[in-house]
């Protein structure tokens, strides 16, 4: 009889639980990758990583398609923490690490260097205090709240998590990755200590003990800590940011496999992603075990685009690497399993991380919440961090703070299909590494550049997204009405947010062109042979002067394979072939190396698009072209890699003066 009354109270106690927790307000949890882009799963189409359990979360929650973050980590952020756009919190680089600026610094700097034409806006080290983040909205609501993790949003102690509503945190380095991926954290990878990089309150685990399963373990601890309250979990992930260190024995499966699609091949990053699919696990199975899985809003996202560049064979800054330095060991595992590969291919989306392209701000998003979302969906709506905080509110049924401007909108109707997110266009403020804004309306997306760049020379350009997701035709001279309805756009956008717009330098001192092809040039580093040049209005001119004449360069040192994009004019038309030898090579080997064309006769230009299969890294590069019998006009030369479509070198001709 006392028996059956034991096991009547523990029912009765675990049917009081569950009615408790489903007439709770919901928890909600978000589970932050890093690094990882828009194709680095299964549920978006990677044949190549093994991702089971986001396979999991997709079956039962909606995915987004067209899911944007900032091209970099920390201006992501500070915009799912405050709701606003970057041009307005004013965290524009991931820049967390460095010392905060004093009060009266100077976000647009009154001069600039001499060589520079533009004075540009800079980053801020901090998420300002008086920001009333979406923790701190929860917490004041009776939410216990936690992040565990990633940071970078301040160095000092008044701009770590504890001060922006997080009442229990787990954060190491406020650097963009920690020094060490393996306990003991405070250590760099050569083990010596780095007191410096102790920041925060995280604590060693065993040796050998991986961040990413440690994080894991901790969020749990929170969860079970507070079943019975509603509570807000934060997990930002390192993974899957640099320094890649990898669990070894789940490398090595990896190296044995192919990608049947031949774009992913980094062992080392399957690994990585491995292990973070596995933490998404745990945390899916423990809210199941505490059934509180009905009752949690649960967001999986990234804060930018895959890595697509760093650690690759051509990266000028593994150059200075040597045996003392602190990542060595870490770069000889990495190159032992994934050679001169970087991180990630995000193709078909165009380049990667740190750049404005698709490739560094779309990013994979998965939402569930049962009951509300019907499982296996997916949505085609433009959202972004900024749209995470006004969405949480709705979900809670809490107010938006009077004291809190934010940028964002719910789009709570989308989760539950029930309507659409009101607005006019999205848009990303990125006024660093390739200086950019740009504008997402429907199908449209317009880039703004503030000045040309040797590699992306155009000011503006047009993508029809729907047709064109990898970002190939720009449309921009052929749609100029398109063009001056979205730059009205940004110019409200400007106005709006209070963003900083690059401004003239007045210091600046142009570079004096030099005839002798040594300096301003816009042909340098094309050397002709057997031929001559002439810059002519909005072209460069090439005519023979004697047998085989050719164009030569020496700036295309890039490892293969590459794509040739010219945009040639000839009234005569030709054969012309296009010939390389490798750094290696002593000389041009008589075949094997050349990838030939025909260039139909016509008057007006036309643009030949060869696929060039370099092997290792180009040292000199010929193009001959059909010019033996009259000259032919070249509007433009441009080297992409073929997998990324990263710009190598361009030359553009178009503004060309004689």
């Known amino acids: 009889m006392q028996r059956f009354l034991i096991i009547l109270l523990c029912i009765t ?9 489903a007439d709770r307000a919901p928890n909600v949890v978000l589970f932050l990758v890093d690094d990882m882009g828009w194709m680095d799963s299964e549920p978006y189409g990677s044949r190549y990583y093994e991702t089971p359990n986001m396979s999991k979360l997709a079956k039962q929650s909606m995915r987004f398609t067209n899911a944007y973050a900032t091209p970099l980590c920390s201006p992501t952020r500070a915009s799912i923490l405050t709701g606003q756009y970057t041009s307005r919190h004013g965290i524009t680089s991931a820049t967390g690490h460095r010392p905060p600026q004093a009060e009266d610094f100077e976000y647009l700097p009154k001069m600039a260097p001499p060589n520079q034409r533009l004075r540009m806006p800079v980053s801020k080290n901090y998420l300002d205090p008086d920001q009333y983040t979406i923790a701190e909205a929860l917490h004041d609501a009776g939410y216990r709240t936690g992040h565990f993790g990633k940071w970078h949003l301040g160095l000092t102690a008044p701009h770590r998590p504890d001060k922006q509503g997080f009442e229990t945190v787990w954060h190491c380095a406020p650097d963009p990755g920690p020094p060490s991926y393996f306990s003991p954290y405070g250590v760099t990878p050569t083990g010596k200590p780095t007191a410096q990089h102790r920041v925060g309150n995280i604590t060693d685990g065993p ?14 601890d929170f969860m079970e800590t507070h079943r019975s309250e509603p509570f807000f979990l934060n997990l930002w992930h390192y993974s899957v940011h640099g320094p890649w260190q990898h669990k070894e024995e789940y490398t090595s499966e990896f190296a044995k496999k192919q990608d049947p699609r031949k774009e992913q091949r980094n062992p080392v990053m399957a690994s990585m992603l491995r292990n973070v699919d596995e933490s998404l696990g745990r945390i899916l199975d423990k809210l199941d075990e505490l059934k509180l899985a009905d009752n949690t809003l649960f967001i999986f996202y990234s804060d930018n685009g895959g890595n697509a560049h760093s650690w690759s064979s051509d990266d000028p800054k593994l150059k200075k690497i040597t045996g003392k330095h602190p990542l060595y060991k870490t770069i000889q595992s990495y190159r032992k399993w994934a050679g001169g ?8 989306l165009k ?14 998003l998965i939402v569930r919440w049962p009951g509300h979302i019907q499982p296996g969906t997916t949505s085609d709506a433009i959202v972004g961090p900024i749209d995470l905080y006004p969405t949480i509110l709705e979900v809670l049924k809490l107010n938006r703070p009077a004291n809190q401007i934010i940028d964002g909108g719910s789009f709570l109707p989308v989760l539950e299909q029930t309507g659409q997110l009101e607005r006019t266009a999205y848009f990303t403020w990125f006024p660093h590494l390739i200086p950019a804004v740009s504008v997402r309306q429907g199908d449209w997306k317009l880039i703004r550049r503030f000045e040309p760049h040797r590699l992306y020379p155009e000011i503006r350009e047009l993508y029809n997204l729907k047709a064109d997701i990898s970002e190939t035709n720009n449309l921009a001279s052929q749609r100029p009405d398109k063009v001056r309805e979205l730059d009205a756009l940004i110019d409200e956008f400007v106005k709006k947010t209070g963003a900083l717009y690059p401004q003239p330098n007045p210091a600046y001192k142009p570079r004096q062109a030099n005839t002798a092809n040594k300096g301003g040039d816009p042909e340098r580093g094309l050397v002709p042979k057997f031929s001559k040049i002439t810059l002519v209005d909005g072209a460069l001119r090439m005519e023979a002067d004697g047998r085989k004449p050719f164009l030569g360069t020496a700036q295309v040192k890039q490892t293969g394979p590459l794509t040739l994009t ?8 030709g054969a012309g072939n296009i010939t390389w030898k490798t750094a290696e090579q002593t000389e041009f080997p008589r075949q094997g190396q050349t990838v030939k064309f025909d ?13 060039l299969p370099v092997t290792g890294k180009t040292g000199i590069v010929r193009l001959y072209l059909p010019v033996e019998s009259e000259p032919l006009d070249i509007q433009s030369i441009q080297f992409q890699t073929a997998k990324t479509k990263k710009n190598i070198r361009i030359w553009d001709f178009r503004g060309a003066k004689p």
């Open 566 to 573: 010219m945009r040639l004019r000839s009234t005569k038309g």
């Open 599 to 611: 260039l139909p006769a016509k008057a007006d230009w036309q643009e030949i698009k060869l696929n």
């Open 207 to 220: 040796d050998g003990e991986h961040i990413t399963d440690r994080l894991t373990s901790e969020a749990i």
């Open 341 to 348: 590969e970087p991180p990630t291919n995000n193709a078909p």
């Open 351 to 364: 380049e990667g991380k740190g750049r404005i392209y698709e490739g560094g701000q779309r990013v994979p």
């Open 13 to 21: 106690t675990l049917s009081s639980a569950e009615t408790s927790a």
